[in-house]
């Protein structure tokens, strides 16, 4: 196991128990009570007694500790995953032209319609096949797969305009092997996990 999990497995646990073992006992030990304990861990009251204290103590110090641990750890994740693509990449100045042009939309797939014979092919076999000719599923599942090429690592480093072109790519590449079948890959996942 790795990150979060075994951060609070090897951490979190043991803090846990220290804390709820404070917890028991303070409220044991205190005329306070459990809420009274809570309001004392929470510093919303003062602490009167020895145990009282000892809960104060661990809400002053250990739960901005854990707080602060899981922040670390997300945001080192996050800046690892940036230092992996490489810095003439991740720094490349676009051009004005490029930065302001809106981004790209998914391809409605009947402006494909006797565009070619190779779009004709394949609207063949995804709408009227895979689809039974309903293309307002054929277009949500269209949708759905290019929006789940795009969140790949591979595209990572891509403009926004290479991006969504080689996730359309690969997307009716992936539709082609599936629908010689006569089957789409979004219809199998959703008939396998509904």
Not at 28 to 43: D, N, P
Not at 107 to 120: I, N, S, V, Y
Request: hydrophobic share 45%; with cysteine.
């Amino acid at each position: 196991m790795s990150g979060v999990t075994q951060w609070f497995i090897d951490w979190g646990v043991p803090i846990a128990v220290i804390i709820g073992w404070v917890w028991v006992f303070g409220a044991v030990r205190a005329e306070k009570s459990w809420s009274g304990i809570y309001r004392v861990f929470t510093l919303i009251d003062r602490p009167v007694h020895v145990s009282s204290w000892g809960a104060s103590v661990i809400g002053w110090l250990l739960v901005p500790a854990l707080i602060g641990g899981v922040a670390g750890h997300v945001i080192a994740a996050r800046m690892q995953r940036v230092k992996e693509i490489a810095t003439n990449h991740l720094f490349r100045r676009r051009s004005l032209a490029r930065r302001l042009k809106l981004p790209g939309r998914i391809t409605f797939l009947e402006t494909l319609h006797l565009k070619g014979p190779h779009d004709q092919e394949f609207l063949d076999r995804y709408v009227r096949r895979a689809h039974r000719g309903d293309w307002k599923k054929a277009q949500d599942h269209w949708e759905i797969l290019v929006r789940d090429v795009l969140c790949t690592v591979e595209l990572a480093d891509l403009d926004r305009t290479e991006a969504l072109a080689s996730a359309e790519s690969c997307a009716r590449a992936v539709m082609w092997m599936t629908s010689y079948e006569d089957k789409c890959l979004v219809c199998i996942a959703r008939a396998t996990h509904p």
